[in-house]
């Protein structure tokens, strides 16, 4: 496929690409794999591979109880890992940085050390993946607390016109995603942690689909808790971060008891470490971290900014494409620099799941469903979408395979 | 790849999602279900109405894809009619196709149009929408007390 | 080093050592590796990085979500492992088995979702690792359920003279390792299950050290629930395993809210899915759960009654070695058929630290500290003890270097 | 590798862990603290005993590894009869030698017998064990209202 020269695209991109042996697949019937689902989980460089390799095959050993030479190596290579997190965060202590199995647990971490009682409320947005509205449901019906939202507007942005009467002076939680994982709205928010503050309220920020492809400064954006998950950003899945500062996550009580997050344990009463240790209970997923390390040194090489810029070139280049393909509805944001790369669309008269089928035996891999947002689709009167979403090695051919495969399906479902 | 496409999307199966046979909820039934897909959110309601051991009615409202619209359809064709014992039976042979993974052999005879779905159990992701609403027939119809 | 004839050493050693790449490694100085820490973590054979890697680079997608052909793959793969798990325990259904974060996690899901009260009561043991104790002493202070625990005999098994009064009408769970990963004790997990079942109460087995070296069938010793962690059985870190009986599982309340784990959400409320995905929330461990399966599996073909035998073997030669050693003492069982292998000792005069310091310079890896059972240390009068702990890639060599380098640490700190 | 050994198990460092100075824990003092190093279970239990400005006493009672123990005994040597304001310094000293990585180059001058340390910084795990009882006497010193 020749590249159009689209400004913005990834310097180098083929060779980029060549990072990502996935790419190289080929599918039933010899098709070559178009991948747009990297909003569901990226694919993973060869670096990241490699480091996870080279740790099990060289250095294996648990960490931090353990005294040996291997114990130090795999110790030093955990705790790096947890350095170049916290410098991908730009955090302002390594100490903020909690490895959790995913976001969702770090989500529901947050849902169960907060102290929450009757008479408090927590406020999240009817655009939240449905980890970040079940984790509060139930921590709402555990606590007696009141669970509120934020509604949409028909443009899919958060609708803040009733934000004063949302975040009042009961509030304790204001919990939102950065970006949207199914309409791709970038939310303010600093704006939103700011709110929060200002109410007493601490901020909770779901950064899942933001980390991997925008800088995520949690010291400019003042946010409280913020998290996000390992699969997305080129890491392996089996791990997430849960950031938090570090006098917030030094005043929650523990999360889950056992090895690393004690003090000391008798019988009848233990005693807790301090953060991070504190809510990393058990043995933790090492050669994930370290996975996760070589992940965000490796966006951090081609840079946050670049890959951004990448990602909105081809998100511009989609909204296009899309749009001359009779009756497709985009949801959500059709200005590229106000969105994320994931867009959901509508085509009249093919269900999502038809149209998924149809493209992936072009090899057109895409999500169709409601991608965990069931509350956001409900609000746009739909039952389910298609995804595509792009990241940072996908090319404006790639875009034009998809365009291509969406009149395909239109023919095969016979529509005029 | 489009044999492959057209082994899933046989013409049966895209004429019941166009012109789907017994739509519709109606009122008499003793039973009803909502069952949803959690993956992709795929929904039908559907309610049974038996007498003296014979499904005399199953009527649904269904959201969904085309394979799942017509399997709700040609489910519809199949066991009215019939009377309970046979349509658990019916139940039980397309169940057994659609877990098969291709292998199973569909007797035209007893699973009529249901014979199209051969294909689709060939793609696992999709085994779920087929099934859709046999499951949720199956749970009403022993709600009714029909399994008795 | 050449193997001396022991009977019931594994047949091949040396050839399944190959399957080992980390056995290669050499450490400073040039000196080769004899790890002897398994018990902490075990090493990787070849085919479970093999098959992370396979899936890494060929069919990496996220699962049940994706419709296209990588994510029927990678899907395919995750199920698959469920599969191959339910065979290795030989569950019932494969909807036993539930996919955690480590054994850990697994513990504080049954901590946090069996229903507790005042008036209730929870009985652990002595010899637990600290996730059994301090998960169920979290349980018991947000409850108020009153916790108890079987004592410890002088040498290293469980205090039954109590048992009928510990467990009562009123206790709800009875929770203990099947393996001490301290004391190498085994205890009689069928007859405490049948216990626990005849007091009304559920059976909790942390098999995190049996399953490694033991035919573990949760149908034969009826147990209701069970635990193990995939990095002691040969697989990768970032997952666990909770098994328990279908229909108990099924009563649980949901543990974490997020996406896989629901039926339907709405804003206000939200209905949950079944076992083992209710209590699967979040993007799992799907690579790891590939790795544990190809782990379970490579064990299966060795045969898990040879393994044991091997085990056996090595625990009887190094409890004979060690009893060389001068000031030597052995805490826990001394017959190598009643304990696993895992050997916790004391040498006078000099402390666990500097003795594992001064092994590690000879190459040989051991634990030492509190092994994550301080009530355990704490019964027996000490503050911390060394820990051998060998597995199937362990020889009666190894084993003569771990005693040769005890010797050397007596004249390092020149003791008698 | 016992030259490593050696490196870390100086001398100095072992005649004190055999003979430890101003152990024991005794009745004058204005703050007690108790540290643990969880990750092996070591126990330190450390008064100080603060007049006019100065460290007049610390006495301790821990149990732990030779390196532990030594760095509790060379603690006590340099720090009692100081002004707080001069042991501070030198615990900051201290701390800048073991957390080096084994790269800085202690100063004979302030640190004595400490700089035999300088071989446990290479040992990243043992830096733990050398840092518990300066650790403790910090957070018993400011407890005393010695940081004043
Ligand atoms: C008996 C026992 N239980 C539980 C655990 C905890 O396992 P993990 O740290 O993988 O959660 C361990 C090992 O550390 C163990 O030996
Ligand atoms: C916005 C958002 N939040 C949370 C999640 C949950 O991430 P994980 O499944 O890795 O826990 C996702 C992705 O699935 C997401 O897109």
Known sequence: MSVPALPGLLPELEVVRKDFPILERTLAGGVPLVYLDSANTSQKPQVVIDAMVDHLERHNANIARAMHQLGAESTAAFEEARDKVAAFLNARSRNEVVFTKNATEALNLLARTIELGPGDNVVITEMEHHSNIVSWQLACERSGAELRWFGLTDDGQLDLSNADRLVDENTKVVAFTWVSNMLGTINPVADLCARARAAGAVSVVDASQAAPQLVVDVQAVECDYLVFTGHKVCGPTGIGVLWGREELLNELPPFHGGGEMIETVTMARSTYAKAPHRFEAGTPPIVEAVGLGAAVEYLGHLGLDVVHAHEQAITAYALEGLQTVPGLTVLGPLDATERGGAISFELDGVHPHDIAQVLDSRGVAVRAGHHCAKPAHARFGVQSSTRMSSYLYTTPGEIDALVEALEYTRSYFKLG | ?148
Chains 1, 3 share one sequence.
């Open chain 2, 1 to 148: 790849m489009s044999q492959d496409l057209d082994a899933l999307y046989q013409e049966i199966i895209l004429d019941h999602y166009k012109n789907p046979h017994g739509k519709g909820l109606r009122e008499e039934f003793e039973a009803e279900v909502h069952h949803v897909n959690p993956t992709c959110g795929d929904e039908v309601t559907l309610r049974v109405h038996l007498s003296d051991g014979v499904v005399d009615d199953v009527s649904y409202d269904a959201l969904g894809c085309s394979i799942s619209q017509a399997s709700a359809s040609v489910l519809y064709d199949l066991v009215v009619g019939k009377n309970v014992d046979e349509a658990m039976a019916i139940h039980e042979e397309f169940l057994t196709l659609m877990q098969g993974k291709g292998s199973v052999e569909p007797d035209e005879e007893t699973l009529e149009d249901a014979i199209a779905f051969a294909g689709v159990a060939k793609f696992p992701a999709r085994v779920k929408c087929a099934l859709l609403s046999w499951m949720a027939w199956k749970d009403a119809t022993v709600q009714a007390g029909g399994d008795r």
